[in-house]
């Protein structure tokens, strides 16, 4: 039973990856057009990350607890 549904939490953990990857990426371009709101972005771009993360970490716990 476990192995049937373990790709479906790999999936989660994936797409939080590339979620995170897309939201640093944009951030970075963003520093680059106007470096003096480097300051802002990076408070809004840690909170997207934590927001991006949620997801990813449920999809790990859930590993363990179908386990």
Do not use: H
Not at 38 to 45: A, E, F, L, P, V
Not at 60 to 67: E, G, H, R, V
């Amino acid at each position: 039973m476990t192995m049937n549904l373990l790709p479906l939490a790999l999936i989660g953990v994936i797409g939080s990856g590339i979620g995170i990857g897309l939201i640093g990426m944009g951030a970075l371009q963003a520093i680059g057009r106007n470096p003096s709101a480097s300051g802002d972005i990076n408070t809004k771009m840690l909170v997207a990350f934590a927001f991006a993360e949620v997801p990813g970490l449920l999809a790990f716990a859930s590993i363990f607890i179908i386990k």
